[in-house]
Antibody, heavy 121, light 107 residues
Framework: QITLKESGPTLVKPTQTLTLTCTLS??????????VGWIRQPPGKALEWLTLIYWDDDKRYSPSLKSRLTITKDTSKNQVVLTMTNMDPVDTATYYC?????????????WGQGTLVTVSS | DIQMTQSPSSLSASVGDRVTITCRAS??????LTWYQQKPGKPPKLLIY???SLESGVPSRFSGSGSGRDFTLTISGLQPEDFATYYCQQSYNTPYTFGQGTKLQIK
């Protein structure tokens, strides 16, 4: 059974850097074809795709946020880490990580429960 | 970026009704279209992938169709548990953009 769990701070101050960890279970990012993505959702608003990383370390970023985002993987810990710099109150959202297979036809078939991050001084 | 436009943004219906939600891409995306259902406080749940393939475990009253730019999600015989928000997403090119969502409410 594939599961993902997000962890990290619930409150960050403006201009700070956010670091979130997604811990994977039931699959490995060292397996061919596997990927993990990050998606966020501001309160009461739509989903926004942020970034993804594949087993071969191929990384993709949202163009509008690319300068602020970094995604990495630690296959020994079975974790994916998202960092977002220069946080602003508009970045307040629930952040989800999700599993996908390379190829795009069946993206994000399993999701974590999400973690709410509030940006406030 | 490929823009995804859903309509309507909200919809009121009754148990037993048949409803259709549409999603239009700003350029052709072949069949790289996924539908999700989201309930309050929960992550999205994958319903339909590759425009018309039903995810395992999803009731057959859900169906998807379309290719190119225009897609539909149909729910035949609404059940109480179907009242939720529905999102489409394209996975033809990154960024894998989502539609703005359709909130399905009880009439």
């Amino acid at each position: 059974q594939i599961t993902l769990k997000e962890s990290g701070p619930t409150l960050v101050k403006p201009t700070q850097t956010l670091t979130l960890t997604c811990t994977l279970s039931g699959f490995s990012l060292s397996t061919n074809g596997v990927g993990v993505g990050w998606i966020r959702q501001p309160p009461g608003k739509a989903l926004e795709w942020l970034t993804l990383i594949y087993w071969d370390d191929d990384k993709r970023y949202s163009p509008s946020l690319k300068s602020r985002l970094t995604i990495t993987k630690d296959t020994s810990k079975n974790q994916v880490v998202l960092t977002m710099t220069n946080m602003d109150p508009v970045d307040t959202a629930t952040y989800y990580c999700a599993h996908l297979f390379y190829g795009g036809y069946r993206p994000f078939d399993s999701w974590g429960q999400g973690t709410l991050v509030t940006v406030s001084s | 970026d490929i823009q995804m436009t859903q309509s309507p943004s909200s919809l009121s219906a009754s148990v037993g009704d048949r409803v259709t939600i549409t999603c239009r891409a700003s350029q052709t995306i072949s069949s790289y279209l996924t539908w999700y259902q989201q309930k309050p406080g929960k992550p999205p749940k994958l319903l339909i992938y590759a425009a018309s393939s039903l995810e395992s475990g999803v009731p057959s009253r859900f169906s998807g169709s379309g290719s190119g730019r225009d897609f539909t999600l149909t729910i035949s015989g609404l059940q109480p548990e179907d009242f939720a928000t529905y999102y489409c997403q394209q996975s033809y090119n990154t960024p894998y953009t989502f539609g703005q969502g359709t909130k399905l409410q009880i009439k």
